[in-house]
């Protein structure tokens, strides 16, 4: 030992000046102990890393259910927008439906009559902008006529007995059958054609 470290050596000393003895560890301690100290430091650690393991599972899972709640969320708010005019749109549909009734029970004769021209047209007007305003908020007419029954858009009311088309070809429509977006607002009411007897 050399003159420059002794200075520092008895300031350890008077640091530990006053410490019980059982308490400082001489370097006395056999090999044995050593051991046993080594093999609970190794059963902790092995403890530690199973807990850290754990918490990096249940980590992961809560990311992912936090992913998945934000997307279910997402989805929820895009319907919500997509479709909050569902309820007020089918209300609408009647109007529509009492519109086109008038449209078509007007005789050929008072649309050429110059005092019935004005409501003709005004009825024709109104049944355009509706027209225009569904399909601004993705409301569209199914097309039934002509068509082979679908069941998913179309409600067979009645048969009607034909050798011209098909059977299950939609040969009426009672009442118009809409969509909004990508979701069925009302089936198509229709009669569809069936081989005669």
């Known amino acids: ?14 640091e530990l000046n006053g410490v019980p003895e059982e308490f400082l560890d001489d370097g006395s301690q056999d090999a044995e102990g050593d051991e046993g100290a ?41 319907d919500a927008r997509n479709y909050a005019a569902t309820g007020f749109a089918r209300d609408v549909l009647s ?14 004769q008072l649309r050429e009559d110059d005092s019935m021209k004005g409501l003709v ?20 007419r199914i097309a039934a006529m002509g068509m082979p029954l679908d069941p998913n858009q179309h409600q067979a009311m009645i048969e009607i007995p034909s050798s011209d088309q098909e059977p299950g070809t939609v040969l009426q429509e009672m009442q118009s059958g809409w969509m909004i977006k990508d979701r069925l607002l009302r089936p198509a009411m229709v009669g569809v054609a069936k081989k005669p007897d």
Not at 2 to 10: F, S, V
């Open 121 to 140: 047209v005004g009825i024709e007007a109104t049944q355009r902008e509706l027209e225009k305003v569904f399909k601004q908020h993705g409301i569209e």
């Open 95 to 108: 109007v529509w439906d009492n519109l086109s009734r008038a449209v078509e029970a007007i005789p050929a």
């Open 1 to 14: 030992m050399n003159d420059k470290d002794k200075p520092q050596d008895d300031a350890v000393a008077e």
């Open 38 to 78: 080594q093999g609970l430091v190794s059963e902790a650690l092995v403890s530690l890393k199973k807990d850290l393991q754990a918490a990096e599972q249940e980590t992961l899972y809560a990311k992912a259910e936090t992913q998945n709640l934000r997307r279910r969320m997402e989805k929820e708010m895009a």
